[in-house]
């Protein structure tokens, strides 16, 4: 069985969903899971691999490890809030890297994964953004500045794009989901493969019509924590079919 995963958005802010995370990810080998794959925004942000021993992180790290001894194959591409996870982070936790799309072909079947926001073309500031902090010369100069910085600046870039989220839902709401147009190119591109994708937080199953071939698109849900209950969404593969499962737990 494969699971695909997306936009947990961990921090210690949400403890209900972490929680819930690592009940998941326990339970996977009596699931009979093979693999995880986790589609991108599993941190709410991370600013260097040198952060893996703040406490919160090298706790989710230790879970990973431990699902990754027990058998499981974990596998995570990034988001735009987590690009920055690197191979210390990826050795530490026993995962692989994988590049923003990623092929996944099955025995019987194809997938293409992506985090999904290479695929909101609509929205030309974030667009720019992305090149700009997906470069390896912002990247380097980020990534030289000391910690306690790093963090000050990703805690402002998160409010800036909490606002303009805030201002698109007002108006420009296209703005936050995936462009027809691109979609279509990305099929085509990538061999008419079931498409995942998580980012827009819009969970639904689309079909799009590609040169006369039928393609799915699976749009994976962020995972929520509410005053009682936080909620997970997975998608799972045996084999056969892709069904969405929903998660839930109480808030201890
Ligand atoms: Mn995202």
């Not at 941190?43 to 919160?56: A, I, K, Q």
């Not at 085509?188 to 590609?210: K, Q, S």
Request: with cysteine; net charge negative.
């Amino acid at each position: 069985m494969l699971y695909f995963i997306s936009d947990l958005h961990l921090s210690p802010a949400v403890p209900g969903i972490t929680a819930l995370f690592l009940d998941f990810l326990a339970s996977l080998p009596g699931r009979q899971a093979s693999s995880l794959y986790i589609l991108g925004d599993f941190f709410d942000h991370w600013v260097g691999d040198d952060d893996c021993t703040y406490p919160y992180n090298a706790r989710i790290i230790a879970a990973l490890r431990q699902a990754a001894d027990q058998g499981i194959e974990l596998n995570l591409l990034h988001g735009n809030r987590d690009f920055l996870l690197g191979q210390d982070f990826a050795t530490a936790a026993g995962l692989r890297l994988l590049p923003d799309p990623y092929v996944l072909s099955v025995v019987t079947w194809q997938f293409v994964l992506s985090h999904g926001d290479i695929l909101c073309t609509d929205d030309r500031d974030y667009q720019a953004f992305r090149t700009q902090v997906r470069g390896a010369a912002w990247q380097g100069e980020f990534l030289a500045k000391p910690l306690a910085e790093r963090k000050a600046i990703a805690a402002a870039l998160r409010q800036r794009s909490e606002a303009i989220k805030a201002e698109k839902r007002d108006g420009a709401d296209y703005l936050m989901d995936v462009n027809a147009a691109t979609v279509e190119d990305f099929l085509r591109d990538n061999g008419y493969a079931t498409l995942i994708h998580g980012h827009t937080h819009r969970p639904d199953r689309h079909d799009h019509i590609v040169d006369g071939i039928h393609c799915e698109r699976w749009v994976l849900a962020d995972w929520r924590q509410e005053v009682s209950r936080a909620w997970g969404d997975c998608l799972v593969w045996d084999g056969e079919t892709l069904q969405r499962e929903s998660l839930q737990r109480p808030l201890a």
